[in-house]
């Protein structure tokens, strides 16, 4: 599995604009081919951070899902908005069953 985590802070006014943004992302990317899951969460500390949280069944789909277009527009509109970032860091990982 491929996990994903990303933050991006925007400015006050952009707040929203930028909520819309992620969970319009957050909606297509859980419909593609893959995607384990995809949520967008604001930081407790920081109301203008949100954090991003994907899982990937493989490094090809999260590549696929980096390819579509809305995808592009998404890291396009979000850079515009940002005062800090955006930064992701991806991982390769496996889940850890507990009794």
Known sequence: MILVIGSVTVGENSRAEA???SQAHVGRSRLEP?????????DAENPNRLLFVERWNTMEDLERHFQVSGSSEFVAAMALLATVGPD???????????H
């Open 19 to 21: 909520l819309r943004h």
């Open 88 to 98: 992701m860091q991806l991982y390769e990982s496996e889940e850890i069953k507990r």
């Open 34 to 42: 893959g995607c384990l899951s995809h949520e967008v969460t604001i």
